[in-house]
């Protein structure tokens, strides 16, 4: 009896903590235990999976030391030449003349410290020196983008309002992003994928933009273009900038970035604001530059490139650009999340619309109705009396694994569900097992109780070694698998668990039952 | 009821070289097809690619699809119907990975509606790069062969009673695996080593137990991925754990059967191995049909109900729990014969 009750007291415990766990995936607010996570198979939503381009974090950073280094030597007065081209993630400078050289020389061993020297090379009094960072430096960044980048994504797409996004590094440079329920897929993607590197740039008005297009960029200019898309006629426009590459302002000096309404052409336009140092940076500027043409170049293009009529101070500006009200809310949004470290690449994308799985999840209900449906029926004309157990314990096999679902917040996926559907087949088996030893039992002629313990006893190993390794299987694939294959995974490993334990423990509970208190003499058995 | 009457003693064992041809011709067969294909047909999961889901709210000339999608640069573009043919769902395929970054599934939409004249509804859009297709591809390759690994270690530990041994050889595979590994060996060309290696040891340490259930292990694999070969069925994720729980369940059905001749060989020491097998397989032979019967009810529901996203799935599902409950009868209980024989020549 001793042996009856605890198998008892854990059939009841384990039951109630499933029913528990399960009741409010099915019925909203009974208590407040989480819903089952359904996957984005079955809800709709999008999954990416993003590299951080981390190499042009190094190279950034490399050419902002370049940019420095140039200053640095024109402020000292030593011509070097090679600066404004980075070629293949190093900087090559020539200078030319022995008194040069050995100030070049103080210049980088001051100030320049951290900067690793690849090759030195003098001839002829001409120095060629390339440099770039040291390993541990890139490396530093190349982590550093990452981290930034996650930091960053996470912060738009909660300012975008996504309900429970996961988004996670992967391996070395990869962030994975799923998106339940997301509708409109370009736009959440738009919004995550933007580098959003915004730049003050003055524009070179000593040379001739026509020159540099063909071919003549002045040292330290560039040619940006404005990108313009007339909703009317749906012709773009490009307009060609001859800028100074070297930005006098950045976003990172952003505070605040809001939509507000033009209200003269009633278009929506993005208000920025800078911190104290941003606005004082930007009022030196203007002040500077009065009458000269100051561009706003967003992820290198030119959004406008206004003239500046008077000092601005109060560190406010704004950007404006023919945008829709949502271009402009979402602009809005990367600026204030600030700027991606590196850009990004879409590596892998898969969108569900949600009528897609809203059909999968009837679909798969109906085939796991019809499925299991098929095997009760069976099994009580099969086993009768004994099989009308065997049905309970399916029922209760069933949901244990919703509630082992809910209480380990796995997702459900739609391999998942053909998991759930797989276990019932299998769950099964193991009173297949137990029903067809009790009936050899009888067969030789042993008591019905002496029947029923042999059957048990020994069944219990074989079932224990066929569902361990469907359970390796399982784990295995858990381990290496993504997304829905992971779902299918979680629901193969708990229905395997869970049709060992109502196998061995709740069916043997009901048998001893029957047999121990009812006192019953003949097992119906087919 | 019963289906199998009790004492009922079919000859599996006499019979099991009709057994060995019909093995060998289907896993020949199984080759043939893939070296035909020139290898399994992946899917984007695995080489990248797009793939498009669309509905339409009546029929559509598939033509049509097809020249509006070349007006947007879609080429080499696939089109198959998705599931029962009046739902209008049609599945769009290109081996390229396109980079959606611009208002891809706006111009999509655009473009068939106008080449087709009916609005579409994109249910789904995938897209897969290059590399991390490579990436799945190793790691289902790792997934599969590593859970090989660790049901043999188990089996060879319950029934060989041979921990230590399976120990070493773990120690032994996963450590060959990571150097061969180091030198950027393919898991395409290290998968078959691997087993290879591994079959030699179960001999050389005479885990024979082991060796059958991974002989009827690669058996079931095998045949099943030339079954989906030869229906020109694609590869995908889903796939890749369909076979991983055939393994498992094929491994299932081989274990009751090895359970059984390990109780008959204690139960009765005297009768010669190959009467042991037949009985153990003939007392098992209810169960075995029951249970395959029913799981097989299961995934037959699922292949007909559960819609055209897991269609293949439960299909390569069909394919394995048939050949798997084949297999555990007349490929991995003969084995353990036919070790005994080869032992007797020595």
Sequence with gaps: ?526 | MEFIKPNTNFDFVGKRKIAYGVSISLILISILSLVFHGGPKYGIDFVGGTIIQVKFPNSVVTENIKSGLADIGLMNITIQTFGDPRDNEYLIRTDKPVQTNDTFSQQVKNSIQKATGTEPDIRRIEMVGPQVGKDLQEKALFAIYYSMLFIAIYISGRFDFRWMACAIIAAALMGSVYLLSLWHISMAILTPLAFIITLVLFWILNLKYAMGAIVALIHDVIITVGCFSLLGKEFSLPIIAAVLSIMGYSLNDTIIVYDRIRENLHKHPKNTLAVTINRSVNETLSRTILTSGLTLLAVISLFIFGGGIIHDFALAMLVGIVVGTYSSIYVASPILLAWQNAGKKK
């Design chain 1, 1 to 526: 009896m001793k042996n009856i009750s605890w198998k008892l007291a854990a059939s009841v415990l384990v039951v109630l903590v499933a029913v528990i766990y399960t009741i409010p995936t099915f019925m909203h607010g009974v208590w407040p235990y989480k819903k089952i996570n359904l996957g984005l198979d079955l809800q709709g939503g999008m999954h990416l999976i993003l590299e951080v381009e981390v190499n042009k974090a190094v190279e950034s950073s490399l050419e902002r030391v370049a940019q420095d280094l140039r200053m640095t030597l024109r402020k000292d007065q030593i011509p070097a030449t090679g600066l404004e081209q980075m070629q293949g993630g190093k900087i090559t400078v020539r200078v030319e003349g022995k008194d040069q050289i050995d100030k070049f020389d103080k210049v980088l061993n001051d100030s320049f410290k951290d900067i690793r020297v690849l090759s030195r090379n003098v001839e002829n009094d001409v120095l060629t020196i390339s440099l770039d960072l040291p390993d541990k430096e890139a490396d530093r960044i190349r982590k550093m983008a990452v981290e930034q980048a996650l930091e960053t994504i996470r912060n738009r797409i909660d300012q975008f309002g996504v309900s429970e996004p996961d988004i996670r590094q992967e391996g070395d440079r990869r962030l994975l992003i799923q998106l339940p329920g997301v509708k409109d897929s370009q736009r959440a993607k738009d919004l995550i994928g933007k580098t959003a590197l915004l730049e003050f740039k003055l524009v070179d008005e000593n040379h001739d933009v026509n020159a540099a297009l063909k071919g003549v960029v002045p040292p330290g200019s560039e040619v940006l273009y404005e990108v313009r898309e007339d909703s009317q006629t749906r012709r773009t426009s490009k307009t060609p900038y001859l800028l100074i590459k070297r930005p006098v302002l950045t976003g990172s000096y952003l505070t605040d970035a809001k939509v507000q309404i033009d209200s003269q052409y009633n278009e929506p336009y993005v208000a920025i604001k800078f911190d104290k140092k941003g606005a004082q940076i930007f009022e030196k500027i203007t002040e500077e530059n009065v009458k000269k043409r100051l561009a706003i170049v967003l992820d290198n293009k030119v959004y406008s490139a206004p003239v500046i009529q008077e000092k601005i101070s109060g560190g406010e500006a704004r950007i404006t650009g023919r945008f829709t009200p949502e271009e402009a809310r979402d602009l809005a949004i990367v600026l204030r999340a600030g700027a991606l470290p590196a850009p990004v690449k879409v590596l892998e994308e898969r969108t569900v619309g949600p009528s897609l799985g809203t059909d999968s999840i009837h679909k798969g209900l109906l085939a796991g109705l019809i499925g299991s449906g098929l095997i009760i029926l069976f099994m009580f004309f099969y086993y009768r009396g004994s099989g009308l157990i065997a049905d309970v314990a399916l029922l209760f096999n069933i949901v244990m694994i919703f509630g082992g679902l809910a209480a380990f917040q796995a997702t459900l996926t739609m391999p998942g569900i053909a998991g759930i559907i797989l276990t019932i087949g299998m769950a099964v088996d193991a009173n297949v097992l137990i029903f067809e030893r009790i009936r050899e039992e009888l067969r030789v002629g042993k008591t019905l109780r002496a029947a029923v313990d042999a059957g048990f006893h020994m069944a219990t190993w074989t079932i224990l070694d066929a569902n361990i390794t469907t359970l390796i299987a399982g784990l295995v694939l858990f381990q290496f698998g993504t997304g829905p294959v992971k779902g299918f995974a979680v629901t193969l490993s708990l229905g395997v668990v869970s049709s060992v334990f109502t196998a061995l423990v709740l069916t043997r509970v009901i048998f001893d039952f029957f047999i121990v208190q009812r006192k019953i003499k003949r097992l119906s058995i087919g």
